[in-house]
């Protein structure tokens, strides 16, 4: 099963941007699907963008506009730039990839602070 690694979070200050990487253990050709889910203390997990192996992405409202999704298919990487970040993004946003045969992974997770 492919393996996910997060990297990219961190504290950021209201209106700064940061931007999370998801590499897969193997080839992102085998993955028809990857995106970003994240969750708040004491909320459930949301929806913040994902990308097909096709290269058609789908945002979540509340983010369209400040994040883009977008994958380096040589690196086997997804990438999530946030800008314009405010306190209520603050969340682990989590990394997953569909794949046909083995179904969904998720990635360990990595802390997005956004406070002043």
């Known amino acids: 099963q492919v393996q996910l690694v997060e990297s990219g979070g961190g504290l950021v200050q209201p209106g700064g941007s940061l931007r999370l990487s998801c590499a897969a253990s193997?080839?992102?050709?085998?993955?028809?699907?990857m995106g970003w889910y994240r969750q708040a203390p004491e909320k459930e997990r949301e929806l913040v963008a994902e990308i097909s192996s096709g290269g058609t992405s789908k945002y979540a409202d509340s983010m369209k506009g400040r994040f883009t999704i977008s994958r380096d298919n040589a690196k086997n990487t997804v990438f999530l730039q946030m800008n314009s970040l405010k306190p209520e993004d603050t969340a682990v946003y989590y990394c997953y990839a569909d794949q046909v045969v083995t179904g969904r992974k998720w990635g360990q997770g990595t802390q997005v602070t956004v406070s002043s």
């Open positions: 193997e080839s992102i050709f085998t993955i028809y699907r």
